[in-house]
């Protein structure tokens, strides 16, 4: 069992920066991957970016690739995604989750990110 929880979120205008954490509780933290989705208001819920815990490759979306960057932090268990540039399609609930790659069966409660245009 993992425990998410994310924080972070808010209102910010095109072309600012913020950084959302998840703190991650639970065993075997060590096996998995830690990332981040994202869904605006009616749309599906798409991958973001994710960071294998051991070991710390990384991958994204292309469509935040130069402006997102996904770390960790082992010895506060917390994954961190710091956005910057960010433009109104980027607006959405962002939740984190671990799992293995591609199978992620854990997930936060989710926090809101707006961006004004």
């Known amino acids: 069992q993992v425990d998410l929880v994310e924080s972070g979120g808010g209102l910010v205008q095109t072309g600012g920066s913020l950084r959302l954490s998840c703190l991650a509780s639970?065993?075997?933290?060590?096996?998995?991957?830690l990332g981040w989705f994202r869904q605006a208001p009616e749309k599906k819920r798409e991958f973001v970016a994710r960071i294998i815990w051991s070991g710390g490759s990384t991958n994204y979306a292309d469509s935040v690739k130069g402006r997102f960057t996904i770390s960790k932090d082992n010895a506060k268990n917390t994954v961190y995604l710091q956005m910057n540039s960010l433009k109104p399609e980027d607006t959405g609930v962002y939740y984190c989750?671990?799992?293995?790659?591609?199978?992620?069966?854990?997930w936060g409660q989710g926090t809101q990110v707006t961006v004004s245009s």
């Open positions: 989750t671990a799992g293995v790659p591609g199978f992620y069966n854990y």
């Open positions: 639970g065993r075997a933290l060590s096996r998995y991957a």
